[in-house]
Every structure is written in C-alpha cells, then in structure tokens.
C-alpha cells in the first residue's frame, strides 16, 4: 500500500524553541529533558505506523527521537512492532487465521508484507487501523534526523529460535544512527557493552514492574532500582515507570517523591521515566490535565528527569519547552482570554461551594459564576443545579420523600428541587461533586467530592473583597418562568434585591463587573427594565449546539444582550471525537456583529476533547484562542487556561487542521455523518415577557422536626430514587 501524503495534516511546522539556560535543569546533563515517541505518535495512530512517525516530525521538531520495539523476522529482517506477538497490533489474524502461533519469528518478511498495523490500546480509537503496514527499522531510520531508540524487550526469545538480536543490533548500529539501546535483559546489556561506542550510543537498562524477576541476576526489578552502582557498571541510564519516581496509592493519589532520580545521577545515571500518556487515568492531583503530571517530573525545584517516553509527544515537548520554569506569579500573560469559572472549580470540588469558589480565585479565573436557585423560603443562593440530587448528598436523607415532577423543568424524571426546602434545610446537606465523564469511568477528586459549603447570593456576591485579581461576577438565572407560574417566587427580583444591598454596602464590596447570564431573553429584558442595565452586562447563553446563527436572529440578541454563550461543538462539531469540519462561522458571524463570543465548557477530561486535539486540553485551549478568536472561556478547571495564558510559545506553534485526521481513517471503521446541527433563528429567540409574581404568600416557616435532615442508612438509597 502507497505511504499516505507526507504533508500530514499541516499542525505544527518544525521550531526548535531557545529553552531555559541550560544550568537551571537539573537534569544529569544541565540540558533540557530528551522526548521519545513510543511507537512514534503512538496515542493517536497505530503503534509503530508510518503515520505514527510522520506525526511527531509535524508536531514537535527534530530533536524529538524516534522509538522502536525492534523485533525479527523469520528471515532476520528488523521490523518495529510494539509486541513479540502480532496479534495485539495487527490484523494478522484475518490474514493468517489458520497459524497456530502469530509471533514475528513465524512469518518471512514477505509474508508480512500483507499484515496491517492495528490499535493495540483498546480504549483507543480503531478508526485508523488496516491502513499501514509493518515498517522495517530501515525506513524508520528515514523519519528521524535525530537518531533511533531502539527497544529490544525480549532477546532471549530469539535466541530460542536460533535467531540473534546481539548481532542484529549491532549491525543496525554501523549502519543507522541509534542514540540509545534499552532493554529489560542485563545479560543483553552486558553482551552489548563493549560492541557500541558509548559517546555514539547509550545502553540503558529498562525496569519493569517492580515484583517483576530480572533473569539474569533473580532479583526484582524493585530490588535492583536500590544497586544503582550495580546498574551503572553496564549501563549508561536507566528507564523506569513514573512509579518510581512519583508513587500512587491504591486511591490514586500521589506520594511522596522518591530519591530515584537524585541517587541516580549521583551514580552518573540518566533517568528516563515512562508510561505515559494523555488518555490514560493519572493522579487526581492533577486534576487530568497531562501538562502538569509532566512538569511535576521536571520543575519541582528537586530533580529533574533525563526525558519522557510518551505515547503523545507534542505534550512533553511543549510541557519543557512552553511551561517549564514559569514564574505564574511574575511572567506576563501572552494570550488575552478571560476565564470564567463554572461553578467555580467545579473540576476539583463540589460545584459552587466556598472551596471550588476558594480555588477557581486562587487558580486563576478572572470571573466567578453563581448558578442562583431559589429556596422555599425565596432566600437567594449558588448552586449548579435547581435539584438537589444532581449536586448535594439529598437522597440519603429524610427529604428523599420530597421528590415531585416539575416537566417544564425535567420533562424525563422526577426530582427533589431547592423551592421545596428552606435554606436552613438546604444548608444541612452535603454537596457532591459533579462526575460529569462518569460513563466513561472518570472521577474527579474523590478525596473532596463532599467537601465544602454553599453560599447565599448575599455572600457569593462578597468574594471579590478577598480576591484582588478577580475582574468581577456572573450571576446564572434559569427557570424564571416557572418558578414565577408555578411557586409564587420571583428569581429576577431577588437578585435585584441582592445587588441594591451589595451596592449600598460599597465600602465593603469591591466587584468591579456584574454580569446576568440566561437562556432566556425574557429574563435579561426583564433585569434591563428593572435595574436599567447596560446590555453589555448581560449574557444570552445558547443551550443547543447550533450549525449557524441568522442575521436577523443576531440582531434580536444584540438589542438586549452583549454578549454571548455558545458549546464546543457549535465551534468544532465532532462525532466519534473527531471533528467532521474545519469549524464552522458561529464565531466569525458573532463577533463581527460586536457581540463577545464565550465558549463552554472545557474540562480537562480526555474525552471531553475532539481527537484532532490529541487527547491534550492546552492544544484544545490554544486553538479556540488564536483560530477561532473567542473571546472568554468557561471552565471547571481554570488553572490549566491560566497557565496557558502565560505560555513562552504563544503563537509559535501552527495550529492543528481540525477535520483532517478524518482523512486518513479507514473509510469502513469511520463513524456515520451526522445531520448538521441546526440554524439559529428568531423563533428561538422570541418569547413572551416573563410574567409577575401575582401575589407573595408569606414565607414558610418550618418546625424544628423539619430543618433537620436525617441520615439514612446506604442500604436505603436506592429505595429514593424514583
């Protein structure tokens, strides 16, 4: 089969970035960390494909070495394939069905010149598999300016069917530029030792799972990893799982740091860390976001590792050369984006609590968002959602027997919403944090998921005077109409209430921007006739993804709103997590009317982001920003846009061709086209005034019996769900 074109989605040209001074790493060297593509860009094609190679080249730049899990042929031909056995990789089954066994020494490589390149990860995408085809360590050689890893895993297997990889390697190595040999065998690396010049070539021990038995001395990996001097005698480095370095506990969060690399470079050792990857569960102390477990191995002021071995390399590259040692304090911001936090960090705590609100300050976001619900008692306050079983720990107690149905406001479920509770009763619940990738088996921060307090309006709208960097607030209002029809409560004036106090107490408030945000064009023309407010202080936020906007409809909005809140996929429509268009005009047609354009919700989640982002949320932040020129973002997770905002390569990279990866699927394992998302226009926007409140009944005063909640055990918890 022809390789694909070599111009491969135009992402990124080759730029080789001016880093830090060499004597701030603390690397063995004093030179910025080394990255090596496992299997090349292994995390987005198949392991070890033409595709996979060619993308690290457009990605990152030539320093970025090439690696290869050299295996043999049957006639001793070297080939780069991640697995000893074919299978896990390949379609070789369907070409070979009647082969007893499917390892590299059972076939020619002619007879492998029909086996195509499959996923191995099976989390991973398969849209790309049964393109490419098995590449010879020659023609990898081809794709690197840089030199070759080469990764022999299992020597000894060979040596069974009378086949040499000692001899193999060495050959390559006369003939091919080879930087480093890796293996987990200390009786290869011995054999190797005096056959390679070590200033050329570098032999570097590989560690497996630490109860794993080395075969050559009997010990344990985890045991050897403590006779450094050991290693030292036929080595040049070492290769080691992050683990090593930075230990988890069985509830995935981090320990403290080994003396691995440290007493390494003691010994004169190198130390590469591996296993990772954007799409794989990390430390929670992370909060998913791929960069910072990066820079936690390279610049946290103790160690810095040798180099990275990553299935997604454009991460670690830009991780070194973007990020690392960055003054968040002191450097200035590069990229002008305002950060609108949801539900405050929403990503690492309970939505709209003190401490999500205390973190998203802290990490950054420039305004803090209230989502306002109302509570029996028409006391105002934050919370993500008008049911209480979507944010707070309410079906393990009493008030489980509160569930009714509101089908204007959940047409498929019932729920336990805050207008039946009094605020004295809402504050006797727990909140929880919001799983939003739950199906897809992510969690976020467990160690916190009920941690922390709601806040009254009147409080939330205090916590400027506590954080000087903030630029203001946005206050949510939703299900106006109905709480006006059906509950007697008016949101809109309860919140004007609010403010009037806040305003009269100005001495003790500093909020320097408010902003009103809804769905609902009758609720912001009702603030507007209300509290005379400018329509730059009010957001119209577009709940469905749409295709395209029409004039007429951009110009309703404009007459009572100034800015606007649009999804993701009204920017980028994507399906199966790859994008189908190059982006639509949503955002050029916004904007050019005058109207500022943010956008929701970025999560750091993997999934959350098309596949042409590479699994990565600050290549995914970084092309909404300078492509599409939005103008804020609204996120769970501030910090990871905070700190891109302060980035050394802002606008130094060539933006990914969204749309494109598409083309180089296999047409039989793309998913189907979906219809267009919908056109925007005036019937959506239109709608009656919100109605008044026509009579107050007076406020609900409940017995003591009833402002405290009761626990319940957990064997009833699924009895309350209804």
């Known amino acids: ?37 496992r299997g090349g860009f292994s995390g987005m094609f198949p392991d070890s494909s033409i595709q996979a190679y060619q993308l690290v080249n457009i990605t990152t730049s030539p320093e970025v070495m090439l690696w290869c899990d050299l295996q043999l042929t049957k006639d001793g031909v070297g080939i780069c394939f991640p697995n000893l056995n074919l299978h896990n990789g390949s379609n070789v089954i369907s070409i070979y069905p009647n082969y007893k066994e499917r390892f590299s020494v059972d076939f020619t490589w002619k007879e492998l010149s029909d086996v195509k390149l499959a996923q191995g990860v099976i989390s991973r995408p398969e849209i790309f598999d049964d393109v490419s085809s098995i590449l010879p360590i020659e023609e990898v050689a081809k794709l690197t300016a840089s030199g070759l890893w080469l990764n022999i895993q299992d020597s000894a297997f060979y ?167 960055l003054d968040t304090k002191k450097a200035k911001e590069q990229a002008k984006i305002t950060i609108i936090s949801k539900n405050g960090a929403s990503g690492d705590f309970p939505g709209c609590t003190d401490l999500a609100y205390q973190r998203a300050a802290t990490d950054g976001a420039d305004i803090l968002d209230c989502n306002v619900q109302m509570s029996k008692d028409k006391i105002p306050f934050c919370m993500s959602s008008i049911d209480l079983i979507n944010s707070t720990n309410v079906i393990e107690t009493s008030f489980r027997n509160l569930s009714s149905v509101a089908s204007e ?5 019932s729920g336990i919403y805050t207008f039946s509770l009094t605020m004295s009763q809402i504050q006797t619940l727990k909140p929880t944090i919001s799983n939003l990738e739950r199906d897809s088996g992510l969690f976020r921060n467990p160690r916190n998921k009920k941690a922390g307090k709601f806040l009254t309006l009147s409080e939330f709208l205090f916590l400027p005077n506590h954080y000087s960097s903030l630029l203001g607030i946005l206050i949510e209002v939703e299900n106006a109409a109905y709480l006006v029809e059906h509950q007697g409560i008016s949101v809109v004036d309860a919140v004007l209430d609010e403010l009037k106090r806040a305003t009269n107490q100005q001495n003790k408030t500093s909020a320097r921007t408010i902003l009103i945000q809804s769905t609902d064009k009758s609720v912001l023309m009702k603030f507007k006739e209300k509290n005379k407010m400018n329509h730059d202080e009010l957001v119209y936020r577009v709940e469905e993804n749409i295709g395209d906007v029409a004039d007429s409809a951009i110009k309703d909005i404009k007459n009572f709103a100034g800015s606007i809140v649009i999804s993701k996929k009204s920017v980028f429509p994507y399906v199966g997590f790859i994008t189908l268009t190059q982006g639509t005009n949503v955002v050029s047609k916004l904007k050019s009317s005058g109207l500022r354009v943010y956008v929701e919700r970025f999560s750091n989640e993997f999934v959350t982001q098309a596949f042409d982002f590479y699994e990565d949320p600050t290549l995914e932040i970084d092309s909404f920003v300078r492509d599409i020129q939005i103008d804020g973002i609204i996120t769970d997770f501030p910090a990871t846009t905070a700190r891109y905002r302060k980035n050394q390569c802002y606008g130094k990279f060539v933006l990914p061709e969204t749309g494109e990866l598409r083309t180089f699927g296999n047409p039989l394992l793309l998913p189907p086209a979906e219809a267009p998302y919908p056109l925007l226009g005036d019937s959506d926007v239109t709608e009656p005034p919100l109605p008044e409140v026509r009579s107050q009944p007076p406020a609900f005063s409940p017995s003591k019996a009833e402002e405290k909640a009761i626990e319940v055990p957990f064997a009833f918890i699924a009895m309350a769900i209804l």
């Open 1 to 37: 089969m022809a390789c694909p074109r070599v111009i491969f989605l135009i992402l990124i040209k080759f730029f080789i970035l001016q880093t830090a001074l060499s004597s701030s790493w603390k690397t063995l060297s004093g030179k910025p960390p080394a990255v090596i593509a």
């Open 159 to 325: 040596t069974q069917h009378n086949l040499s990889m000692r001899n193999s390697v060495i050959s390559l190595s006369r003939r091919l530029i080879v930087n480093f040999i890796s293996s987990p065998e200390i009786s290869f690396l011995k054999s190797m030792k005096n056959s390679v010049k070590p200033t050329v070539t570098k032999l570097i021990f590989k560690f497996l799972k630490q109860d794993d038995i080395e075969p050559f001395t009997n010990q344990s990996y985890g045991s050897l990893a403590k006779n450094l001097s050991y290693i030292r005698t036929f080595s040049s480095g070492i290769l080691v799982p992050k683990s090593y370095i930075w230990p988890v506990d069985s509830a995935l969060y981090l320990q403290p740091h080994t003396s691995l690399v440290t007493d390494a470079h003691k010994e004169g050792l190198q130390v590469f860390a591996s296993e990772f990857a954007n799409d794989f569960v990390i430390a929670y102390n992370y909060s998913y976001d791929p960069t910072a477990e990066y820079l936690s191995f390279i610049d946290n002021g103790n160690f810095s590792v040798d180099g990275f071995l990553s299935d997604f390399p454009v991460t670690p590259y830009r991780a070194i050369n973007c990020f690392s040692h």
């Open 409 to 413: 406001i959940q047409p498929q479920r």
